[in-house]
């Protein structure tokens, strides 16, 4: 019998199941606040029955934001987001606030902030060159991790998940080629990672036993030159030697060279062309197909990548990609995974595991079109799903 549905433990808390809702940027908050409509999101995933739901993305800093409209950790926040976990608890779900900083992916020109980058580096995103931070500025992003951890625990979150993925600031400090600094943060693997793990050690000393921490961590980049899955493989075992995390989400592929390694399935390429700002929209026509590559979609198409890190680590895992039914969800933890994370299936049924759970047999209704990609500057949603509380610049856009 699945023990998917089981109430587990995850560091000092406890889930009601095995089952995330994986961090997908929502795209609804306009004023860089909560706003009723992400509260009706995150709420009516919770009411279908997740263990816990991830808010994506809080950045530590107003110029860790891939656009001005994100949220940041700040005191003013806070009564929003408060709001947002005391509607996710009263549906029986746990909440974690995705921290990180975008670093390279960061849009400096709607931020008004440069962006920040290991190394000397060109933004497409804001046509201009990127600012390299020095060894105490790296210093104050790792205690800037550590305040919104704390700010995330006021705000009543029940865990916080790092990002170390997708070539964001920590990811990019990973990636040979993009970290070619010749101080004690670049170079060998150990110093590459020296962020990363500073970072996961200043968050579990802010946040103690009180909240779960998890890391949302790279197992390549899947470009030439990237962090590959044998120093991916050293990354963790520091990270679970250091005793700072809780769990792993493993991911792939980078937002700024490579997003569909991520995803697998159809490549967007028409919709994203239509909906990018001027600069980027021009670049998108030269480079588009190499930039949106395609990668057929299969259920749990991490997995294989994923089975070289259970097989070398004892903490606990979560499964992300291609995890839309029970029979996968059920592969999952025969193969070793404690937590299983969903994206798209849920943006497509929010109410998803609700019909597993009375049908073992049942499908995901998503096709796997990726068209909800390119919505993330209007709402993010499922293109096929037309109900009022996904559409962009709706009434209830007014922050919290």
């Known amino acids: ?50 263990g816990m739901t991830t808010v994506a993305y809080c950045a530590v800093a107003p110029g860790g934001r891939t656009d001005r409209k994100q949220i940041w950790m700040r005191p003013d926040a806070i009564p929003g987001l408060r709001a947002l976990t005391d509607a996710v608890h009263a549906e029986g779900a746990a909440a974690s606030a995705q921290l990180g900083h975008a670093g390279p992916v960061a849009n400096a020109a709607s931020n008004r902030a440069p962006a920040l980058s290991p190394s000397r580096m060109f933004s497409p995103l804001s046509m201009r060159a990127m600012h390299v931070p020095t060894e105490t500025e790296i210093g104050e992003l790792v205690q800037a991790h550590a ?29 040979p080629l993009l970290n070619r600094r010749k101080d004690r943060y670049g170079g060998s693997p150990e110093n590459r ?16 036993g009180r909240l779960a921490v998890l890391a949302k961590l790279n197992m390549e980049d899947g470009v030439r030159g990237g962090l590959t899955v044998p120093e991916s493989l050293r990354v963790a075992a520091w990270l679970e030697a250091d005793g700072s995390l809780d769990a792993l989400e493993l991911t792939a592929g980078s937002s700024l060279l490579n997003p569909m390694l991520l995803f697998h399935g159809d490549a967007p390429r028409r919709e994203f062309g239509a909906v990018l700002p001027g600069p980027a929209r021009w670049g998108f026509r030269l480079v588009g197909r190499g930039f949106l590559r395609e990668y057929p979609y299969h259920d749990a198409y991490l997995l294989e990548r994923a089975r070289q890190f259970r097989r070398e680590l004892s903490m606990p895992l979560v499964l992300l990609g291609g995890i839309t039914d029970l029979d996968t969800m059920d592969l999952a933890r025969a ?24 049908d073992a047999t049942t499908r995901s209704a998503c ?33 919290v």
Do not use: W
């Open 335 to 358: 193969e070793g995974f404690e937590f299983v994370a969903m994206g798209r299936a849920l943006l497509r049924e929010p109410g998803l595991l609700h019909r597993i759970r009375a």
């Open 1 to 50: 019998m699945s023990d998917i549905f089981t109430p587990t433990r995850l560091g000092p808390i406890t889930l009601r199941n095995r089952v995330i809702k994986a961090a997908t940027f929502e795209g609804r908050t306009p004023g860089a606040l909560v706003t009723e409509e992400l509260i009706r999101f995150h709420r009516e995933v919770a009411a279908g029955g997740v």
């Open 193 to 208: 990672a020296r962020f990363a793990r500073e970072i996961a050690r200043a968050v579990r000393e802010a946040v103690g």
């Open 147 to 175: 305040r919104a951890a704390l700010l995330a625990e006021e705000a009543g979150f029940d865990a916080v998940e790092i990002h170390f993925g997708h070539n964001y600031l920590a990811s990019a400090f990973l990636s």
């Open 367 to 399: 096709t796997h079109c990726n068209r909800c990609m390119p919505t993330i500057y209007t709402g993010t949603r499922c293109v096929f799903r037309l109900d009022h509380a996904a559409l962009a610049g709706s009434q209830d856009s007014q922050r």
